[in-house]
């Protein structure tokens, strides 16, 4: 999951239902937000869950969506779409990675994008991460 803008989610199942995606979703995802999704049916009920919902059907060649006829396509994955790609080329040149091993990967990818970081000063929000308490914000 990742929030226009902001900060991603990612996170291995072993198999992707309805029932495990549920709890990641209310965990991350504040009651009441609008959730842009593919056609996929794990997701037909997050409307049950308290969100609003709006989907594109890959499957019908449909990637982007004008709704308010402004010309911009509002209602779109491909914030999502953009991140996965990133992910596949960072993780390509490690040629095979077991699945064991992967959710570390995954997680340490997930820091990097939502440190917002480069260079030395990732390696400082690495470092404060390890060393330091969270910081809460009121």
């Not at 979703?25 to 049950?48: F, M, P, Q, R, W």
């Not at 030395?120 to 060393?131: D, G, P």
Request: hydrophobic share 40%; aromatic share 12%.
């Amino acid at each position: 999951m990742i929030q226009r803008g902001g900060k991603v989610v990612i996170r291995m199942f072993e198999n992707v239902q309805t029932m495990t995606i549920e709890p990641l979703i209310k965990a991350t995802i504040a009651s009441g937000s609008l959730v842009y999704t593919d056609e996929y049916g794990i997701y037909n009920a997050l409307e049950d869950w308290s969100y609003r919902h709006k989907t594109v059907c890959h499957g019908a060649g449909e990637y982007a969506r004008d709704e308010d006829g402004d010309g911009f396509c509002e209602v779109h994955v491909n914030t999502m779409e953009g991140f996965w790609s990133l992910l596949r080329s960072w993780l390509r040149p490690h040629r095979g990675i077991s699945q064991e091993k992967l959710p570390l990967y995954l997680g340490f990818f997930e820091f990097i994008h939502n440190a917002k970081r480069r260079g030395k000063a990732l390696l400082t929000a690495l470092l404060e991460s390890l060393i330091l308490p969270p910081r809460y914000t009121y």
